[in-house]
């Protein structure tokens, strides 16, 4: 059985190697990872009531983390409501295939449905292939191409 709830204080060693397998993957490891300042933070804004970052974790039977996702709300310029933006999405790889990420994502449209939020949407690498096909199923590619730039 799998269980969707809310991130815990006591998930923070579950939730780093998770956080970090979700950077790796995303090429943010080793030389390239992201500072410890970064995650400590992250990680303390998903657990500070004013804060509009939110996280929840799927948990098997026996109280493993097999999947983060973290999502916030914001105002949008075409809409009255906030818009929930899905931010990270990871499952462990063992996990894949058997509905976990699917599970996350369905979680995230009902705490945005509960939030008066009617648009959920992310953005994801164009290669990644695996998670597409899902996203496919449970959404709507709206075509938009991402671009971004760094200011100093």
Request: aromatic share 12%.
């Amino acid at each position: 059985m799998l269980e969707i709830r809310p991130l815990q204080p006591t998930d923070r060693a579950a939730w780093q190697a998770l956080w970090d397998g979700y950077n790796a993957f995303y090429g943010r490891a080793n030389e390239t990872a992201l500072p410890a300042a970064v995650s400590d933070t992250t990680f303390a804004r998903f657990l500070d009531a004013a804060e509009p970052m939110h996280a929840l974790v799927a948990v098997d039977e026996q109280g493993r983390l097999l999947g983060l996702v973290h999502y916030l709300f914001h105002r949008s310029t075409n809409r009255i409501e906030p818009v929930c933006y899905l931010q990270d999405l990871f499952t462990t790889p063992e996990s894949r295939g058997r509905g976990v990420g699917q599970a996350l994502i369905e979680a995230v449209y009902v705490a945005a449905q509960a939030a008066g939020t009617r648009r959920v949407y992310w953005h994801t690498q164009h290669g990644n292939a695996t998670a597409r096909a899902l996203y496919d199923r449970i959404a709507k590619h709206l075509g938009f191409i991402v671009y971004s730039h760094d200011v100093a």
